[in-house]
């Protein structure tokens, strides 16, 4: 089993950049596909940007396609998001996921496991 601890979360004015970080521990996550949702109040979760087990494909949603990255690093056990010139409607919890598979899924339920996630807050 795979634990997920995302960090980097915070207050950001609108415009600014913050870099999400999610650590994996337990046996190795290098062959799972990862993704990063997030849930505002009264909202479902919802999908931001997938990555595959060797980092060679990504997807994102359209709302932050130009703006957030991906990434992985293998080697650290690390998923990261960068997300830059951000706005008030990106404030939300993010959560980072696993699951093993070919194809990168958005649908938060075809994810196995999860982080608690980290709040961004992002001030106008």
């Known amino acids: 089993q795979v634990q997920l601890v995302e960090s980097g979360g915070g207050l950001v004015q609108a415009g600014g950049s913050l870099r999400l970080s999610c650590a994996a521990s337990g046996r190795t996550f290098s062959s799972d596909n990862m993704g990063w949702f997030r849930q505002a109040p009264g909202k479902e979760r919802e999908f931001v940007a997938a990555?595959?087990?060797?980092?060679?494909?990504?997807v994102y949603t359209d709302s932050v396609k130009g703006r957030f990255t991906i990434s992985r690093d293998n080697a650290k056990n690390t998923v990261y998001l960068q997300m830059n010139s951000v706005k008030p409607e990106d404030t939300a919890v993010y959560y980072c996921?696993?699951?093993?598979?070919?194809?990168?899924?958005?649908?938060?339920?075809?994810?196995?496991?999860w982080g608690q996630g980290t709040q961004v807050t992002v001030s106008s």
């Open positions: 990555i595959s087990w060797s980092g060679s494909r990504t």
């Open positions: 996921a696993g699951e093993r598979g070919v194809v990168l899924h958005t649908r938060p339920q075809r994810y196995d496991y």
